[in-house]
């Protein structure tokens, strides 16, 4: 026997039976993010390597490690996207879209890929649904942004579940400084970090802040706080951005450790947390990134944007109710009775009833077994002498009743017309 092929590790297939949890998330995307004046935008899986090699940061964790990066026929390196705001930027440059009116609202949904570890709610193919408003600097946008995101879990039932975090991360004229004071503490310290964040002190200090492992929590605990290093200009963004999430009704913490992995972030920064998904606790972080535009070949245009963990809020929401499980089975028991379910079933789908018909092959009780394997709580049959009186069976399969219903009158029955309330008492 051939070898079976699997899946590549760390990549999972979403099955029928989650479609309707997927579903729910790509709707709600779209009925809370249009209203606000977002518009989707659908990128390509894979770009030349060197905007996200230039864009996220040489030393962060995503690019020094996590790539897909490979050679295509030419001999150019291309990769896998491991985050979408480098092409969002790369794709508001290249169409000019700067040239519209500001800010730019986009959002967009797929897969991105990154060579971690796998582990429950960490996948090397994983989705996301990311925002991005582009061209504006006011910190009214970060609280459009950020209220968005929290409408977002509300709509799906989740606000209860989750705490907003935010802080702001400094700008170009603040945070060296604070970025060499870290550096010093964690110098100082060195021996009581982790191996992994003794390797980050020299290159990227800030990431120090982000690790979770127990070992590096006193130091970090003694690590001078970025919010006591902000720069004028820093400082009193972020205390406007707090006053409009304040105005918003919003509930969040100020965390003056959450620093994000990329480096493109400036000023406000912000991550949604649960507790019920033990070690992959964020389901979304986002932040403002004024100066990765210009940096990728655009103008000095400012933005801000978030990206949402599909798979862990997957797991947050759990399955969902199928929309599209059929209704009703018809059962014709013989060929006229077939031709006229056929006919049947394209009216009752036309009117929005999900109808599956048997096909015959099986008698009547395999067929009623049938029905309540797939959960179809009404069964609609029809003898070749029915249909030659005009009339069918209903059958209810919870109660097991049956009953006589006018052939004419069926897709009213069936299809919550005028005749199915009675049907229903
Ligand atoms: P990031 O771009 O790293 O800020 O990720 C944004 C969100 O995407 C995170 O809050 C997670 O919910 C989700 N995410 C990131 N990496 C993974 C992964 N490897 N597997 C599943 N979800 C992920």
Redesign the pocket.
Known sequence: MPEQIRAIRGVRDILPAEAPTWQTLEAAAREVFEPCGYRELRLPLFERTELFARGIGETTDVVEKEMYTFQDRSGESVTLRP?ATAAVARAYIEHGLFTQPKPVRLYTVGPMF?Y?RPQA????Q?H?VNVEALGEAAPALDAEVVGMLMAYFARLGLADRLALHVNSIGDAACRPAFRAALAAHLEANLGRLCEECRGRVARNPLRVLDCKKPDCQPVIEKAPSILDALCGPCREHFDRVRAYLDALGLRYEVTPRLV???DYYVRTTF?VLTGELGAQN????GGRYDGLIELLGGPADPGIGF???M??VALLLGPRPDPAAAAVLLVPLGEPALRRCLALAQALRATGVPTEVAYGGRKLRGELERANRLGIPRVLILGDDELAAGVATLRDMRSGEQRRIPLREAVAVLGGGPAAAGDRA
Request: glycine content about 18%; charged content about 40%; cysteine-free.
């Open positions: 985050e990154r971690e709610g960490r996948y090397r994983f996301q994000r992995g990329l991550e964020a389901v979304a972080g990206a949402i963990g798979e862990r």
